[in-house]
């Protein structure tokens, strides 16, 4: 079927102006949901080009348990997304129940770090 | 220091970028491996682009690498002329694809470079690019690594291969239609569920590895309209797998019509099967951007 011309042919449609408004957009940031071990349930935020996560007290991520590394895990900002990079833990790094050394994450993974388990979400 | 296994491309045939295959992603074959110092790069599929991308940010120059080819299809050599490393001068790449005199290897993966497919000529890739062969097929050492090849069941031919150090090994075997092969191929038609013998060479080729990269192409549903392409069953690699006691398999070459909801499927019928094969070998999908270990315990 051929496209109506009624649109180009109707000449009294009235004319409006639209003004553009400068449009606020509202970045929702990649988080880790922390949906077992110390400290679960909660969720954090991630912000920043790297962040590690243990259970030293200077890391940006603490996780108060014996069963992580003091460094554990590092999150590199990669793509637009994260990207996770064991630091030679003693317990690893599981991702979706397999040990890896790193992985860009995609949204809905699980990651285990000793006895703390996140699942990661996407941001927009 | 370590072994290393890097996915660039899992994807089979064609590139799939969009939203559906973000997961697992949309680049065609390309496996990078690291012993130690040594670099293996197995195959040149889209994949090979951002691992260049990535070699020329790392710390180590010049690079020198070991390019291990399965065999010539377009998904697996395409990466090559946009593989940024082959353009510098210092860098050295050894390649590898075809038995010795077989000189139809380095002729397409220099023709793909030809001015009526691509505006850059193979003279253009400054870096020490030199062809190698495979011998006739026997054992050899590379940069301190075992490395053996394997001759599977594709049209055109196309190797596997074996990488061994110090005790660990990784087994790259894609395009690759083990169900061609089986000995008895009724008794898939008979029972589905009943566990597929695989030719022996095979099991031997992979046993005990670490980890086997092995394509799965295609669903039980998908392989009956697609037998003479070149792929297999997943779950018949599941039987490999078993059969060979490997630690880990990691399904790869995924169909491109396969989005990674298909795919997740595929694996859980393939976990399905290992389970009541009886086996705890680790299965999952090859997914591009995961590095594995495999010099350290798999289980918690
Ligand atoms: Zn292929
Ligand atoms: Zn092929």
Known sequence: ?124 | MGFYVRFWGTRGSIPTPGRTTHRYGGNTSCVEIRFDDALFILDGGTGLRELGVDLMRRPQHPVVAHMLFSHMHWDHIQGFPFFTPAYVPQNTFTIYGATSGDRRFHQLLSGQMRSEYFPVDFSALHSHIVPSDLGELSARTLDGVLVRCFVQRHPGGSFAYSLEKNGHRVVYATDNEIDLTLPDPSVVQRDLLAPRAIPSEFIEFCRGADLLICDGQYTEAEYPSKVGWGHPRATTVVDAAVQAAVKQLAIFHHDPMQSDDDIEQKIGDCRSRARRLGSDCLIFAAREGVELRLDTPLTP
């Open chain 1, 1 to 124: 079927m051929l496209p109506s011309q009624d649109d180009h042919a109707d000449h009294m449609t009235e004319e409006q102006l639209v003004p553009l408004l400068p449009v606020q957009v509202y970045a929702r940031p990649h988080v880790l949901q922390q949906i077992r071990g110390p400290l679960s349930p909660q969720i954090i935020e991630l912000r920043g080009d790297q962040l590690i996560i243990g259970r030293n007290p200077d890391v940006d991520i603490r996780i108060p348990s014996a069963a992580l590394s003091r460094h554990h895990l590092r999150l590199d900002k990669y793509q637009g997304g994260y990207r996770a990079v064991d630091l030679d833990s003693s317990n690893g790094f599981f991702l979706n129940e397999i040990r890896v050394s790193s992985a860009a994450l995609r949204d809905g993974d699980t990651i285990q770090l000793g006895n703390a388990v996140f699942v990661y979400h996407e941001g927009k």
